[in-house]
């Protein structure tokens, strides 16, 4: 029985730990409440954050006329989301809405564009 339940707890245990890595996913559809506050922010801006409360959740919004490709890593306290584009690939300018999930909470947010640090835009909470 002890046998048993050590292996139950050791599953659970890399089940749990495999629900809380740090990732950063394009997405195509949002959550309504999501999506109205992108709606409402426009596409004047490049970047927008925005932060699900309660949840390890933001929403990276990038408009750009270029194609985008995005990475995410983490250092000790900080975590870092790296975009690199390819500038005036097209004519108009296209939102790419990315889903961060993060496993803990970070005491910085750092976004760099081609290897330089920039800041967000727009930060907002819902």
Do not use: W
């Amino acid at each position: 029985m002890k046998r048993l339940m050590g292996v139950l707890l050791t599953v659970i245990a890399i089940l749990t730990a495999c629900n809380s890595e740090l990732a950063i996913t394009e997405v195509k559809s949002v959550p309504n409440d999501v999506q109205k506050v992108i709606d409402q922010l426009g596409m004047d801006s490049y970047v927008q954050k925005i932060y699900v409360v309660g949840k390890d959740i933001s929403y990276i919004v990038i408009n750009t006329k270029g194609t985008v490709t995005v990475s995410v890593e983490s250092n000790d306290d900080k975590v870092s989301v790296n975009i690199e584009e390819d500038e005036g690939q097209n004519d108009a300018i296209e939102q790419h809405i990315y889903k961060l999930t993060t496993d803990r909470d970070y005491e910085y947010f750092l976004l760099h564009k081609n290897g330089e640090e920039i800041p967000i835009d727009v930060v907002t909470a819902i």
